[in-house]
């Protein structure tokens, strides 16, 4: 077999775990960032925008794009901390394919695939609905999935590399409370990063939410002006979010590789 | 020996009613390792507390705040979030942590084979619950007076009130994960927990909905505990705050009598 | 007599239409060690269940201590220790914490409960483990702190359900060495268990359960003198000949019993029946000659079904 076929069979068994386990998926994936849509983009979006007048689109294109990203970081951030955990430690499933063909890398790739494709179809779901709710037009939406699906891939690596290096469930919870959600908060998810105190301002211009936050709008809200994005290149967004993934792959690869077969 | 010997149990165990406190015990036994972990959920309100002070609230400038007297976004919101965290600090106590007791460790099986009963445990388990809310809600508002965003004496009275949020959802929570059969079914709580918090008047005044919305978000719990506690952190009273401290009340006393009977008809089979 | 401990007349518990127990009758006395056996499902733990006073009885009356269970429960369990079929640790304590906090349930001070830590510690070979979590305890070690944990308040009646499943034999033969001396100093035992041995080891008297009711009921001794004749003969043959061995000895002993591997005479006299077999002609591989044990008595009533 092939890397391919073998990463094919990863992805294969991952669909099929899928077919029990999406349901808890739903809510995190489709409800909550539809929630915060609502809230936030909608709701608080009345108040904003007959308040300040800051933002040259109305604040709910401006959270929904945010949002947009968010979710791809949420949905990659997830499937390459639990699962990966569980299939070392809870489920082993890991610990049962390396006993087969299968290679730490396969399913390394595997998932990646899987989750390429589960990342496309949340974020096409939500940018429908996006345009349901106004928030945007459906060319620039659409055009706008691809980066987004980019952003939770890097999260997804990159976190899939540092989850197999912990010990137990216990940091993964931390990492959310001390990551995900920082990031969440304050990548331009909610507000421009230009609100933010001066000498915070670098920190949020290295995450990488906030260039796929930014790559988000930028496709999406063609011709927004600087009161909405920064003036940064695009190509920079996306080499930064190809590096991560590119980054992510390989240490995932290694450092699985070295936790299964000690 | 003889058979009607006395027991041993004597003194203020014999007295007291409940041995709640038993349960509270065991439950610090196990946290004093955990403590790292109990304490990191106080931070997540703080981020949102920052992200809105720093950030939304410049965007949004000052909203009406109870009585109509305008304040700023963040004193708004700040009530709001301390709310969520007496009701997030309860309902993870009693949905995840008492759920993997119940169904996987037997624990309160083993436990009821010594004097305690199942109305310590569920009297237990809901007053650490609602400790543990209060532990984030009372944290939460020193950082509220550090940045400035309660100003009244009345402030020290959203302690107590918390205490009726943490109650009122750990009793609820408690007796919602007596009805749980799999991790799955914990799903529920975030359908039932994500959308109160968000729909609250966590982030804006309630009359941004049409009326017909207003009623339907008025009956979420969450929302009579934001009310409470933020007529208190901005110093406003007002005799509708009777009704929310009421409502929360009601609403835990149904859920730690709902606990406690189906506690007591698993266990005790 | 008030040495009566526990006293069950008609005793009955059901599940919706699930008759676990099926209106027994047993007394309990002070200072004895008392056996339940039965197969899997019989109603053991059902039993011990309400006399725990974790299961309300659906019929008949059942007292322990002379105390009813279903309004002095809580005086019942301050004078009992149970382990439990399935272990039911806290997972999230250490090994002396689990004990530690049941001493507290039984509303013991600090002061009285470190010693005793120590010292059951010691009963189960626990005491270098004092301070690492139960996780990674092995299943033994695991039941030896169960019972160990059952220990902590001097209970007068200790209830064990199947206290040694999962122990190796080092620690089995500690355990009966150990529940013999709490008996011996006034302890009252009530013991379910699989292992026949166990049951002749330990209990003074026993009864049988089967689907819900008690099958047979007397001291070790006297059921194998009840139930079995005094000895037994197990028979190997070559395959071929097996068949035809089976025919040739019909009748040859008051009771026989062909299994897979051999054939079991059941006989008062096992050299007479040696010489019948001999006398028809049947010639077995190997012959073994033993004393009737518990066991034989077990799979006469309650049948040669699955034993789990
Ligand atoms: N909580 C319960 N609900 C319904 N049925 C039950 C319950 N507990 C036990 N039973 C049923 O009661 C019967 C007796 O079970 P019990 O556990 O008392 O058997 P046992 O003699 O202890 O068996 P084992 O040797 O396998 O431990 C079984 O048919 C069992 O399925
Ligand atoms: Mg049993």
Redesign the pocket.
């Known amino acids: 077999m092939t890397v391919l076929s073998r990463s094919l069979r990863v992805a294969e068994s991952e669909a099929i775990a899928y077919r029990r386990t999406w349901r808890g998926t739903v809510i995190s994936s489709f409800i909550n960032p539809i929630l915060f849509l609502a809230a936030m983009g909608a709701g608080l979006g009345s108040l904003v925008d007959s308040g300040s007048g800051e933002l040259a689109v109305p604040y709910l294109a401006f959270v929904a794009t945010g949002l947009m990203a968010a979710s791809g970081m949420q949905n990659g951030a997830t499937d390459g901390s639990f699962p990966v955990m569980a299939g070392i430690l809870w489920r082993k499933n890991f610990i049962g394919a390396i006993s087969t063909p299968i290679s730490p890398s396969d399913i390394i790739y595997g998932r990646f695939l899987w989750a390429m494709l589960r990342l496309t179809f949340v974020l096409v779901v939500f940018a429908v609905i996006a345009v349901l709710f106004g928030a945007m037009e459906i060319g620039p939406a659409l055009l706008a999935v691809p980066p987004a699906v980019l952003t939770g891939l890097g999260f997804l690596t990159v976190i899939t590399s540092w989850t197999v290096t912990q010990k137990d469930g216990l940091s993964l919870s931390t990492l959310f409370r001390f990551a995900i959600v920082p990031l969440f908060l304050f990548s331009g998810t909610f507000f421009p990063i230009s609100q933010l105190p001066g000498f915070l301002q670098p920190v949020a211009y290295v995450t990488p939410l906030f260039h796929g936050v930014e790559l988000v709008r930028k496709i999406a809200l063609p011709g927004v002006d600087a009161s909405v994005v920064t003036s940064i290149p695009m190509w920079i967004h996306f080499a930064y979010l190809l590096t991560m993934v590119a980054v992510g792959l390989y240490l995932s690869t290694r450092l699985l590789d070295k936790r299964l077969r000690p | 020996m003889s058979v009607s010997a006395p027991s041993r149990i004597s003194g203020i165990g014999r007295l007291t009613p409940f041995r709640a406190q038993r349960i509270w015990e065991h439950n610090y036994i196990a946290y004093r390792r955990l403590w790292k972990v109990v304490f990191s959920g106080f931070f997540e309100p703080v981020f949102y507390l920052f992200s809105v002070g720093v950030g939304i609230g410049a965007l949004v400038g000052d909203v009406s705040g109870p009585g109509g007297v305008p304040v700023s976004y963040a004193a708004f919101v700040a009530p709001a979030l301390m709310a969520a965290s007496a009701m997030n600090g309860a309902v993870i106590e009693t949905t995840f942590n008492i759920f993997f007791k119940l169904r996987f460790q037997n624990v309160y099986e083993g436990i009821l084979t010594t004097p305690m009963q199942p109305a310590d445990i569920a009297i237990g388990e809901i007053g650490w619950a609602l400790l543990r809310g209060v532990l984030y809600s009372s944290t939460f508002i020193i950082v509220m007076v550090v940045m400035g965003l309660t100003t009244s004496w009345l402030a020290i009275l959203a302690i107590p009130g918390s205490v009726l949020v943490g109650f009122a959802f750990g009793a609820v929570g408690l007796a919602a994960t007596t009805y749980m059969r799999s991790w799955q079914d914990f799903d529920l709580v975030t359908l039932a927990t994500m959308p109160m918090f968000l729909f609250s008047g966590t982030f804006y005044p309630l009359d941004v909905y049409p009326p017909a919305i207003q009623l339907v978000a008025k009956i979420s719990p969450l929302y009579h505990g934001t009310e409470l506690l933020r007529g208190f952190t901005l110093g406003v009273l007002d005799w509708t705050m009777l009704v929310h401290a009421l409502f929360l009340l009601v609403m835990g006393l149904i859920g730690a009598a709902i606990a406690n009977r189906r506690l007591d008809a698993m266990l005790r089979? | 007599m008030t040495d009566t401990l526990v006293e069950a007349r008609g005793l009955t518990k059901r599940?919706d239409d699930?008759t676990?127990v099926d209106g027994i009758d047993f007394d309990i006395h002070q200072g004895e060690a008392f056996g339940f056996l039965?197969?899997?499902?019989?109603?053991?733990?059902?039993?011990m269940k309400m006399i725990t006073t974790v299961s309300p009885i659906t019929e008949g009356k059942l007292t322990v201590f002379g105390l009813d269970p279903t309004t002095q429960g809580r005086s019942i369990r301050q004078r009992i220790g149970v382990v439990p079929?399935e272990d039911n640790l806290d997972l999230e304590l250490t090994v002396s914490e689990n004990l530690y906090i049941y001493g507290r349930y039984h509303d013991m001070s600090r002061a009285e409960i470190n010693p005793r830590i120590t010292e059951l510690l010691e009963f189960a070979q626990l005491s270098d483990r004092r301070d690492s979590t139960v996780e990674p305890l092995s299943g033994g070690m695991k039941r030896r702190l169960t019972i160990a944990r059952a220990l902590i308040n001097d209970p007068d009646l200790i209830i064990l359900d199947?206290p040694t499943t999962g122990l190796d034999p080092q620690a089995r033969h500690l355990l009966w060495d150990r529940l013999y001396r709490l008996k011996r100093d006034g302890a009252t035992l009530i013991i379910?268990t699989?292992y026949m041995d166990e049951a002749e080891q330990l209990c003074d008297r026993l009864v049988v359960?089967d689907q819900g009711k008690i099958v047979a009921e007397g001291s070790p001794r006297e059921l194998i003198e009840q139930y079995a004749p005094r000895e037994v003969l197990e028979l190997r043959f070559d395959d071929e000949q097996r068949d035809d061995a089976v025919i040739k000895m019909d009748g040859v002993a008051a009771r026989s019993e062909v299994l897979a591997d051999r054939v079991l005479l059941y006989t008062d006299d096992a050299d007479d029946t040696q010489r019948a077999l001999h006398d028809r002609g049947v010639h077995p591989e190997q012959v073994l000659v033993r004393r009737s044990t518990l066991e034989d008595v077990f799979l006469r009533l309650t049948g040669r079904r699955l034993i789990?």
């Open positions: 089979k | 599940f699930l676990a039965g197969p899997n499902g019989a109603g053991k733990t059902s039993t079929q199947e379910t699989h359960m789990d």
